[in-house]
């Protein structure tokens, strides 16, 4: 059973700095892409960022300059470091990784539980 586990959110002032962690654990055989959703109340869970398992990363324009998403494959982890926090950033945010877990298995889309980011003065 895979299992990933968000940490990291908070209250932080406006212009202040975040950073979210997850972690993928169980069974594993490899991940492909890892990414960051967000759901604020009365809105649709959106895509913050992406990054492959190459290393090739995409963000939301609306995060671009102040986030930067990064994984380490070998601890099966992603980490979102948030800068510049904004109001508007406040929202529930979700890890999200696309795991194998086997050799001969069909890829599934992961999602944990999520973590609470309130940025407000």
């Known amino acids: 059973q895979v299992q990933l586990v968000e940490s990291g959110g908070g209250l932080v002032q406006p212009g202040g700095s975040l950073n979210l962690s997850c972690a993928a654990s169980g069974r594993i055989f490899s991940i492909n892409a890892m990414g960051w959703y967000r759901q604020a109340p009365g809105k649709q869970r959106e895509l913050v960022a992406r990054?492959?398992?190459?290393?090739?990363?995409n963000y939301a324009d609306s995060v671009k300059g102040r986030f930067t998403i990064s994984r380490d494959n070998a601890k099966n982890t992603a980490s979102l470091q948030m800068n510049s926090l904004k109001a508007e950033d406040t929202a529930v945010y979700y890890c999200?990784?696309?795991?194998?877990?086997?050799?001969?298995?069909?890829?599934?889309?992961?999602w944990g539980q999520g973590t609470q980011v309130t940025v407000s003065s």
């Open positions: 999200n990784a696309v795991i194998k877990v086997r050799s001969f298995t069909y890829e599934r889309v992961y």
């Open positions: 990054i492959t398992s190459g290393g090739s990363t």
